[in-house]
């Protein structure tokens, strides 16, 4: 058996050692894969790609630092030459959305066979897209249910939005954004309606359901 020419640089990112450990293991068993470099956040990821420039990077889609989608848009634009492969335990409509509109090449899970891993890094590193067609449908449908509504609120909308999401009333979501509350209500009816939903408690139950509880940087 010929050892293939071309050796793929693959940069894994993932906050879990374990994980990385287990990545190593699995891609130490392919002559023609290399890792050149393990980051342990989104911040060290982006530094590690523009040091390293690899083929491939496979990218955990929850870690600490800067959001994976951010990262994946900024790889697309700045080198072009290094593909995004999402790895993760996370198989949610959204974080699928999110990697899809963000340009990544494929979203796998990581209950993959070993082989199909490898078999994936080869794929993407040859600029083959493995997004699938279920993928596709699960997008199209998330965004049709989910992202309109999300992205049909106004900027203080969404900030209202998130101080809902947090449990604050409306006097101090009024004092957090130093507005009236009666505007606050008026807001908070707007969000209602554009959900399609009936009252504040349905409100934050639909954003769990849905995730959008990631984009409103409640970690703090």
């Not at 050892?3 to 993932?14: E, G």
């Not at 989910?146 to 006097?171: K, N």
């Not at 957090?176 to 807001?187: G, N, S």
Request: contains cysteine; glycine residues 6%.
């Amino acid at each position: 058996m010929n050892t293939p020419s071309k050796i793929i640089r693959v940069l894994v990112a993932d906050d879990h050692p374990v994980t990385r450990k287990g990545i190593r293991t699995i891609l130490e068993e392919a002559p023609d894969i290399e890792i050149i470099g393990e980051a342990r956040d989104g911040v060290e990821a982006k530094q590690m790609v523009g040091e390293l420039r690899p083929d491939v990077l496979l990218l955990d889609l929850v870690m600490p630092g800067l959001r994976p989608s951010k990262i994946e848009e900024w790889v697309r634009t700045n080198y072009p030459h290094t593909v995004t492969l999402v790895l993760t335990a996370h198989d949610r409509d959204y974080f699928l959305a999110k990697a899809v509109n963000a340009g990544a090449a494929g979203y796998l899970t990581k209950a993959e066979a070993p082989f199909s891993l490898i078999e994936a890094i080869r794929r993407a590193a040859r600029g083959e897209t493995l997004i699938t067609g279920e993928q596709l449908t699960r997008t199209l449908s998330w965004h049709k249910e989910v992202g309109e509504r999300w992205e049909s609120l106004t900027e203080r909308e969404h900030q209202v939005f998130a101080l809902m999401v947090r449990g604050q009333s409306t006097q101090q979501i009024a004092k957090a954004l130093t507005i009236k509350e009666c505007t606050v209500e008026t807001h908070i009816g707007n969000v209602l309606n554009k959900l399609g939903v009936a009252s504040r408690a349905e409100a934050i139950a639909w954003a769990w359901q849905h995730q959008v509880v990631e984009e409103m940087n409640l970690s703090g």
